[in-house]
């Protein structure tokens, strides 16, 4: 797999094997232990667990890892992000409660789920606009990204986003702490729902190894829109929590993260030819971005 800057494309090299004998290239034998436990129940906890150990700096691997797996992994990713924003919503209200500004309460929020992640998220970003921004050519655009430093346009994109994010999440939290955690759980469950529609079919693979090429085309339309209904009623029912009126805001929210990101990956399909690790972590963080600008909008 891609070394790259460690990022999502770099670290995961045990989850998504590409070599003889695993579950992918073997084909999923029948006599094999990974084979006996196959069944949608089996797959789904295989799955959340592909999910966690791949978007979370959780050292959690799956018993099997094959496409079939990697499919309810890309399906289950929205609720192993609502898990994250659970975790920085509490550090996010901790920080209030102590008398912390908003700003610097979000700052905290923010960097919690950079720290859980391990930065994964935020490096494909960075590496993905390196990549477009320079103007190259498919292959020399991925080789770019592959590189161990960050160039301009990589720095300035991260740097706008992560100013972003805080202070849009330092906004909400000021106008009501309860609105600023059910805005940051419905911004992290949106991020990773932009990373499930990217995995759906006739959107490929940029490279034929890699984390793109395990989980491209893996999630059928109806799983994504599956998840995109759990997900808009996962940020109804978090938007309860504050109030009524902020329901269904936090639902619109949750839905213009992806709607966001959808250009961004024409974008980079066109330019690159298809998915990797990095294009998924710039998906999540574009849409959870403009998922939290929506809901600073709405109080």
């Not at 045990?14 to 436990?37: V, Y």
């Not at 959808?262 to 971005?289: F, K, M």
Request: glycine content about 14%; charged content about 10%.
């Amino acid at each position: 797999m891609s070394t790259g800057r460690g990022g999502i494309d770099g670290g995961n090299e045990a989850l998504c094997p590409g070599t003889e004998g695993s579950a992918m290239a073997s084909g999923g034998d029948s006599g094999s232990p990974g084979a006996a436990r196959s069944g949608p129940l089996h797959d789904g906890l295989d799955g959340l667990r592909m999910a966690a150990g791949t978007l979370t700096a959780v050292p959690v691997a799956a018993p099997r890892v094959d496409r079939t797996v990697a499919g309810w992994a890309m399906v289950l990713a929205p609720l192993v992000g609502a898990v994250l924003g659970a975790a920085a919503a509490a550090v996010l209200v901790a920080a209030a409660l102590l008398g912390l500004p908003g700003f610097l309460a979000a700052a905290l929020a923010v960097g919690t789920l950079a720290l859980l992640t391990r930065g994964l998220h935020l490096d494909g970003l960075a590496d993905l606009a390196d990549g477009l921004g320079s103007g190259k050519p498919a292959a020399q655009a991925l080789e770019i990204m592959r590189r161990s430093d960050i160039g301009p346009f990589g720095v300035i994109t991260l740097v706008l986003t992560l100013v972003i994010q805080t202070a849009a999440l330092g906004a909400v939290a000021d106008a009501s702490l309860a609105a600023g955690a059910a805005a940051l759980v419905t911004a992290t469950a949106s991020g990773r729902l932009a990373i499930t529609w990217a995995c759906t079919p006739r959107v490929p693979s940029a490279r034929p190894e890699g984390l793109g090429a395990f989980v491209a085309g893996t999630v059928p339309h109806w799983g994504a829109a599956v998840a995109t209904a759990a997900v808009l009623l996962f940020a109804a029912a978090a938007g309860l929590a504050h109030g009524g009126w902020f329901a269904p805001a936090c639902a619109a929210a949750a839905a213009a993260g992806p709607a966001a990101a959808a250009p961004l990956l024409a974008r980079a399909v066109h330019r690159t030819g298809g998915i990797t690790g990095d294009t998924l972590g710039a998906l999540s963080e574009t849409a959870a971005t403009t998922a939290l600008v929506v809901a600073v909008a709405a109080v």
